[in-house]
């Protein structure tokens, strides 16, 4: 299993970014996948998540109208679209895919930076 993030960089208060989540090794289909993120000296949050129909959900309150997340199935990718990025969604963002009890797959992750 291998996931891959990219599409993390540096950017203004109010702008926006696209992260990617590219993923092998398994049945893509079959799969939820969620986007988590860490920023420094805090615990890992969950952000979103796609479920494998294609259905995003939002988990953190305070991304809620402004990420949405989705998938490209042929291509086996996830998306997490981040739109009016704050300060404070600086963070080192991760993609997650849990096949069930040991089998959950993590990618290196892909830094986030939002400031003037």
């Known amino acids: 299993v291998r996931i891959v993030e990219s599409g993390g960089g540096l950017v203004q208060p109010g702008g926006a970014l696209r992260l990617s989540c590219a993923a092998s090794g398994f049945t893509f289909t079959s799969y939820h996948i969620k986007w988590y993120r860490q920023a420094g000296g805090k615990e890992r949050e969950l952000v979103a998540l796609i479920t494998k129909v294609g259905s995003n959900t939002p988990y953190a309150v305070s991304v809620r109208e402004r990420f949405t997340s989705s998938r490209d199935d042929v291509k086996f990718e996830a998306y997490l679209q981040m739109n009016s990025l704050k300060p404070e969604d600086t963070a080192v963002y991760y993609c997650?895919?849990?096949?069930?009890?040991?089998?959950?797959?993590w990618g290196q992750g892909t830094q986030v930076s939002v400031s003037s």
């Open positions: 997650n895919v849990n096949r069930g009890g040991v089998k959950d797959s």
